[in-house]
Antibody
Framework: QVQLVQSGAEVKKPGASVKVSCKASGYTFSVFYLHWLRQAPGQGLEWMGWINPHSGSTDYAQKFKGRVTMTRDTSITTAYMELSRLKSDDTAVYYC???????????????WGQGTLVTVSS | DIQMTQSPSSLSASVGDRVTITCRASQSISNSLNWYQQKPGEAPKLLIN???SLQSGVPSRFSGSGSGTDFTLTISSLQPEDFATYYC????????FGPGTKVDIK
């Protein structure tokens, strides 16, 4: 069964960076795109971007370009999302999610990690 | 980006009620529309993809329909475990989500 296990909660100061990990198991890691999304407290879902674990290629939402970096380590089937220059409104639960299909057509986050709370506070 | 809207933003219903949630896209997205359920403190769960295809393990009381710009999620007979927030998401281009519909107990 698909399982995505994320790293633990983080508290960061404004201006700092945070790196969240997402350990995948139960499927062939390189085949399915991995999404990163976030949800601010009491708010809706926001797509940040995704990574092709096979090639390492990425596509970021315009809002996060220049601030987000998504990487992966295929040897340990783990993906990472680093967000820099943190602001208070980056406080959110960050999720990784595996796509439904083994293609880049019709991006559909299907299997989700448990979420990582990132709190940005001075 | 394609904007997604949902109505209503919240609704109160009773066990056994038929519930319909509407999602509208700012431009035609064909059938590239997914529905998610999220309970407090949990990650979202994919219920329906490509407008009407039920995910494995999702009860048949859930159904989806629509194409183009207008879509609906229907719960035919609301069960206690269905009280949650429901989001639509377009997969036609850069993914965007609707603002959510909270279904609570009347």
């Amino acid at each position: 069964q698909v399982q995505l296990v994320q790293s633990g909660a983080e508290v960061k100061k404004p201006g700092a960076s945070v790196k969240v990990s997402c350990k995948a198991s139960g499927y062939t890691f390189s085949v399915f795109y991995l999404h990163w999304l976030r949800q601010a407290p009491g708010q809706g879902l926001e797509w940040m971007g995704w990574i092709n674990p096979h090639s390492g290629s990425t596509d970021y939402a315009q809002k996060f370009k220049g601030r987000v970096t998504m990487t992966r380590d295929t040897s340990i089937t783990t993906a990472y999302m680093e967000l820099s220059r943190l602001k208070s409104d980056d406080t959110a639960v960050y999720y990784c999610a595996r796509d439904l299909r083994d293609s880049s057509i019709s991006p559909t986050p299907a299997s989700w990690g448990q979420g990582t709370l990132v709190t940005v506070s001075s | 980006d394609i904007q997604m809207t949902q109505s209503p933003s919240s609704l109160s219903a009773s066990v056994g009620d038929r519930v319909t949630i509407t999602c509208r896209a700012s431009q035609s997205i064909s059938n590239s529309l997914n529905w998610y359920q999220q309970k407090p403190g949990e990650a979202p769960k994919l219920l329906i993809n490509t407008a009407s295809s039920l995910q494995s393990g999702v009860p048949s009381r859930f159904s989806g329909s629509g194409s183009g710009t207008d879509f609906t999620l229907t719960i035919s007979s609301l069960q206690p475990e269905d009280f949650a927030t429901y989001y639509c998401q377009q997969s036609y281009s850069t993914p965007t989500f609707g603002p959510g519909t909270k279904v609570d107990i009347k």
